[in-house]
């Protein structure tokens, strides 16, 4: 679900990808800036976006160029994503909510959590690398089920009242 | 051409508004920008001859949906056409926005031209 919301984001944004598979988190080389949205409900955790400065730019659709144009973009895009994967769970009877995302810049990022192993997706740009992380941590009582169409509307679709 | 109207678009991301004002620009309406619900309210209460306001759901300090309820029981608001424009796509959050007044929900990433139609119609210029 997190790689074909992911790819398909990025490829209505014009940036076509390739999923290369997970990565160790220690071994990603992250872009120097990272959006970050927190999600909470039945799973609770973080979506984590990290794609570098020449593919936000480029994809920026409204011809961005500054460091605040750039990371307001990259934080949307976050929160785009998190809305695809977010209409998928409820599809399958999870509801979620969303916060607002953020973004953070530095020369260097260490990605950890509290336990087990950050699972990192890697995705090829023509020659660039991207990063996705989704972390979460289910109610116990959470039981996805089989897709159901008509459970959300779609992404571009209207509904008039 | 210019349609002599306003429309309030309110989203906390400066991307998304530029895109939803300059898609609006482009087919003759006259755009005031408001970066959450607070700024969303002041804005309309300023601009009472707006004919529509655009609005996201998800944003800071006030979002979009108590901007609603706010905005429907205070007048020169009350009045004006409302399109939620978010990522959201929950039908609950829908059911809310209708009850509250909302005319329209349009999930995100737009198309430019429903957005445009959706527009013309509810202020009469389709």
Known sequence: MIVAASGALLASVGLPTTYVGTVPHRAARWAETLSIIGLGGKLRGSLVLSIPTQLVLRSHPTGGTGPEELGDWLAELANLLLGRIKSNLLSQGATIEMSTPLTLSATAFRFERFSGTPVVHEFDCEGETLHIVFEAIADPDLRLTSPRTGAAVESGEMVTF | ?126
């Open chain 2, 1 to 126: 051409m210019a349609t002599g109207k306003k429309i309030v678009v309110v989203d906390d991301s400066r991307t998304a508004r530029q895109q939803v004002s300059n898609t609006l620009v482009a087919a003759g309406y006259e755009v005031i920008e408001a970066v959450d619900g607070n700024d969303g309210l002041l804005k309309i209460m300023s601009n009472a001859d707006a004919s529509l306001v655009v609005c996201d759901v998800n944003m800071p300090n006030l979002n979009g949906l108590e901007m609603l309820k706010a905005l429907k029981t205070d007048q020169p608001g009350a009045r004006m056409p409302i399109i939620m424009l978010t990522t959201e796509a929950q039908p609950a959050l829908l059911q809310q926005a209708k009850q509250a007044g909302a005319k329209g929900w349009i999930v995100k990433p737009f198309k430019p031209e429903m957005l445009v139609a959706a527009v013309r119609k509810l202020v009469g210029d389709s």
